[in-house]
């Protein structure tokens, strides 16, 4: 049921604060009589010593799901202090990529059912790997054949392109980075600042789907394009490529997701007054290497949007030359949530304005089960 909304994918784009809420829900507790944050994920409760113990996490997954474990990456990083490395289903099954008894496998699929990542699984079980699934479809054959895991609880998702699967994805990696992670004196503060941020969530979503209007006045300008760069680093990175997915996928339209410490390695070479290029510039720790590849971009008349925290459009726009998208501001690993929603926006209206058809793109299908 869309309710009032035209399209699937526009309903779970705008669901988002609520899908958050019941992804969250039960699992994070502050305040009242405990003090102390602290996160409960109850299928992971007993299967966290040996995940602190294992000299390696390796993420596993396609698409989406891949792309919410790579931002969700330098977080556990920190926080466990563990190694941590990404596969694609498919290319760790065409290279028979080592997998070990002291690794844990985290298998990350919305549906459960996506056939390379249930290859990759049946793969890691035989290697002895400790497999967890992160999944949003109870009962499904990875929910099943995992030995231990998190659903997601984002609710049914029916557009072909995952929207809400995505954020939800990020906020229970991010916990599963808390569960994991010691609670030491020194990472106290990180932590409450994180569990603070996971609550603010569903409000700052709330606040950046007030963008709607503007991204698809954004879309009408580049409703003939042939192709949108979008450059992304550290926490963001995931959302270049995530944005970039949605737009191909839907919109039918080229596009790459960059990472943007490689522009001079050969991307800088496209760049001129007519493509469109999308640069993440919200606040982090990567921040001033961002504005220097803006100011980089303007110096060869790149046609620059750039999408940064509240306030900061005067210090990202060199010139004042370029379109702006001006997002809410969080603790820095959740910042992901926050930014990849004007790019759905983006690739819904895009969708929309073209003529595509948004919730069954052709050729593709929800759920990946053959090969
Ligand atoms: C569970 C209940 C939830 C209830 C809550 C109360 C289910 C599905 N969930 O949620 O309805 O409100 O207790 O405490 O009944 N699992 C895997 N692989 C996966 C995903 C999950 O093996 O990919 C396993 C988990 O290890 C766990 C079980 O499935 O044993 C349920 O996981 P999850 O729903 O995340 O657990 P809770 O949040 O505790
Ligand atoms: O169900 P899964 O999360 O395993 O699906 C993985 C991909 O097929 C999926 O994310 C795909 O990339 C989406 N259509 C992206 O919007």
Not at 84 to 112: H, K
Not at 211 to 220: E, H, I, R, S
Not at 242 to 268: D, F, Q, R, T
Not at 351 to 359: C, E, P, S
Request: net charge neutral; with cysteine.
């Amino acid at each position: 049921n869309k309710g009032s909304y035209k399209h699937y994918m526009q309903k779970e784009i705008h669901e988002q604060p609520e899908s958050l809420t019941t992804t969250m829900r039960g699992r994070l507790l502050r305040g009242g009589s405990c003090k102390a944050k602290t996160v409960l994920l109850g299928g992971l409760k007993d299967h966290l010593k040996t995940i602190r113990q294992s000299r390696r996490i390796v993420f596993i997954g396609c698409g989406t799901s891949y792309n919410a474990a790579l931002a969700a990456r330098p977080i556990l990083e920190e926080l466990s202090g563990i190694p941590v490395t990404m596969e694609i289903a498919s290319d760790l099954l065409d290279r028979q990529g080592p997998i070990y008894r002291e690794d844990t496998a985290v298998f990350v699929s919305q549906s459960g059912e996506t056939a390379d990542t249930l290859s990759a699984l049946e793969y890691a079980l035989e290697n002895g790997a400790l497999c967890v699934g992160i999944t949003n479809t109870v009962d499904s054959a990875i929910a099943r054949n995992t030995h231990c895991g998190v659903h997601i609880n984002a609710g049914a998702e029916i557009g072909v392109a995952s929207t809400k699967a995505y954020t939800s994805q990020i906020v229970v990696m991010a916990m599963l980075a808390l569960a994991i992670g010691g609670d030491t004196i020194s990472n106290q503060a990180r932590r409450e600042a994180i569990i603070d941020g996971v609550f603010e969530l569903p409000n700052k979503v709330r606040e950046v789907l007030k963008l709607d209007g503007m991204m698809k006045d954004l879309a009408q300008e580049l409703i003939a394009e042939q192709s949108l760069l979008v450059f992304g680093r550290g926490y963001n990175y995931a959302t270049s490529l995530e944005g970039a997915l949605k737009v191909k996928e839907v919109a039918l339209m080229h596009s790459e997701g960059i990472l943007a410490g490689e522009m001079k390695h050969g991307p800088l070479a496209l760049v001129d007054e007519t493509l469109p290029t999308l640069v993440i510039a919200t606040r982090d720790a990567c921040f001033s290497k961002q504005q220097s590849v803006i100011q980089q971009l303007h110096a060869r008349k790149g046609r620059l949007i750039v999408m940064c925290s509240k306030g900061d459009a005067a210090s990202v726009c060199p010139g004042g030359t370029c379109r702006v998208i001006e997002v809410p501001q969080l603790e820095d690993c959740l910042q992901p949530v926050v930014n990849i929603v004007p790019l759905q926006l983006l690739a819904y209206h895009l969708t929309v304005l073209r003529g595509f058809n948004v919730d069954q793109p052709r050729n593709l299908a929800k759920s990946v089960t053959t090969q």
